[in-house]
């Protein structure tokens, strides 16, 4: 059986080891026209500004229509979530200008785009553990591992579990500032998880270990998860896991390229969205 062999050890749970990101991701389109009050820049931006208005509108109503909240609280949470989200353009899908009988020449503009929920609000509902939990509250991944301290040459179990069906990439980032793909692997190839199961790695098909060895220091486990097919990155095998050939900084922007399913038409939530999520945790090895 194949090995790899990664400095890798014991997870943190605390509010300095552990980052999670609660999203929703879909697409929108943005118009804008000149008119005798702005230029063509202004214009530009002027319809990329109505998109990301759209995008937190789609994704709101996306959310609310795939989820259910039980509690005024939460509730009150979830409404004030969203009324105060940030956008974050992955991708700017078309722009084009065309001349309109009426306002003369206008710009369309079309995004795929990050909605983040306002993080104060999503932290009080992340403090229930029955919210965390419930298949029918947004997406969120649970991370931990079988000890919280290993020393060189001990072997770690890391385990991951969703509150409803997901998608997911798991990468490692070891104190050398090597990036790999821990899964999917040439011998694990499945995204695809159940909600509400706990799921073991390595294990399976899988050929490699999680071996600590040097160097040693500080370094993090990333877990994305999505409940749609996440983007593809650029990957090449090495033993049992794949190293990382695109470039580290365009990772997070790729993965966030999800395949995004669109609704039936009449039905809620009609625009094509998916949830995302996102967390890091900072892990640290010793001799």
């Not at 071996?211 to 650029?234: D, H, K, M, Q, R």
């Amino acid at each position: 059986m194949n090995k790899f062999f990664i400095a890798f050890l014991f997870l943190i749970l605390s509010a300095s080891g552990l980052h999670a990101v609660q999203s929703t991701i879909t697409e929108a389109e943005g118009t804008a026209c000149m008119g005798d009050d702005k230029s063509r820049k202004q214009t530009e931006e002027a319809a990329l500004t109505a998109a990301k208005k759209k995008a937190v509108e789609y994704a709101s109503t996306y959310v609310s229509s795939e989820t259910t909240v039980k509690n005024f609280i939460t509730e009150k949470d979830f409404v004030s979530a969203y009324a105060n989200a940030s956008v974050r353009i992955i991708q700017e899908l078309e722009k084009s200008w065309y001349k309109d009988p009426v306002s003369g020449d206008c710009c369309k503009t079309k995004i795929k785009a990050e909605v983040l929920p306002d993080e104060k609000s999503m932290a009080r509902l992340s403090k229930s553990s029955a919210v965390a939990d419930d298949p029918s509250a947004p997406l969120n991944i649970k991370v931990w591992t079988d000890k919280k301290e290993y020393k060189s040459g001990e072997k770690i179990k890391v385990f991951l579990r969703g509150n409803k069906p997901f998608y997911a990439r798991i990468l490692y980032k070891d104190a050398g500032g090597e990036l790999v793909q821990l899964l999917p692997n040439p011998y694990r190839s499945s995204t695809y998880f159940h909600g509400g199961t706990i799921y073991e790695l390595p294990s399976g098909d899988d050929k490699f270990d999680l071996e600590v060895g040097p160097p040693f220091g500080s370094e993090n486990v990333v877990v994305y998860a999505s409940t749609s097919p996440l983007g593809e990155i650029s990957t090449q095998t090495r033993g049992g896991v794949y190293q990382i050939k695109t470039q580290p900084k365009d990772v997070e922007m790729k993965t966030r390229g999800v395949a995004l399913v669109q609704k039936p038409e009449g039905k809620a939530g009609t625009a094509a969205a998916s949830e995302f999520f996102e967390e890091k945790t900072i892990i640290k090895t010793t001799r």
